[in-house]
């Protein structure tokens, strides 16, 4: 009797990390690299280089961070999702859920996980989005639901849906305590930009003056933690 040929063993799934903190990307990747049917293909830490190396590289899903220089990651999933909308993507973030997520599922994310959070969710996260469906902390998921139901009975949004996803990212900085300078550093743009941003929310949110908006920004960026 002839022995039966062995099967060959299964393609690991191919994952592109994106995010401009070399020490987590390294970390992530290393972590991915050691799970027997995950492996990483690619890295990148600028939207050009993401976009460039997921049409050269075709990865099955995509990690991707929302605060980058330059082009943000709301703004990254957009674009990536126009060229290739059967892409999987996962946002994995530093910001807390309640200030990004529901943007990120908007702009053709199909889950997101903090950074915060253990990195063993990171790996659940990546292969229940591969699998199609998508990914919340529970947590999250009953806030999304009552955020939804309340919006619905009051017939109101939240005034910060008016802002624009980088308008989003100076407020929340502002409500932590960072001034221009700051954001300026943390955003990778320069502080004439944020100026013009800070303008724009005063004037979107209807301010009268610039302590009015900053006693606001706290206010929303505690509330966002209750």
């Known amino acids: 009797m002839s022995k039966s040929t062995p099967s060959p063993p299964e393609a690991k799934r191919r994952v592109l990390v994106v995010d401009d903190h070399p020490m987590f990307r390294h970390g992530v990747c290393t972590m991915i690299n050691s799970e027997p049917d995950l492996e990483v293909c690619g ?23 929302i605060s980058m220089p330059g082009t943000n990651g709301i703004e990254l999933l957009k674009s990536m999702k126009a060229e290739a909308p059967k892409l999987p993507m996962l946002v994995v973030s530093m910001h807390d859920e309640s200030l990004y997520a529901l943007r990120a599922l908007r702009a053709g994310a199909l889950g ?28 999250f998921s009953e806030r999304l639901v009552f955020k939804a139901i309340k919006s619905i009975d009051e017939g109101l949004g939240s005034p ?12 929340n900085l502002m409500g932590r305590g960072f ?37 606001f920004s706290i206010e929303w960026v505690a509330q966002q933690h209750l």
């Open 43 to 65: 890295e990148a830490g600028t939207a050009p280089t993401a976009l460039e190396a997921m049409r050269n590289l075709q990865p099955d899903v995509a990690l991707v961070d």
């Open 112 to 139: 997101y996980v903090m950074k915060a959070e253990a990195l063993d969710s990171i790996l659940v996260a990546i292969r229940k989005v591969l699998s199609g469906e998508p990914y919340l902390s529970p947590r």
């Open 160 to 171: 910060v849906d008016k802002l624009s996803d980088r308008e989003l990212e100076v407020l």
């Open 179 to 215: 001034g221009a300078q700051d954001i300026a550093n943390e955003l990778h743009l320069s502080v004439k930009t944020i100026e013009t941003h800070r303008a724009h929310i005063k004037e979107k949110l209807g301010f009268h003056d610039s302590k009015e908006m900053v006693r």
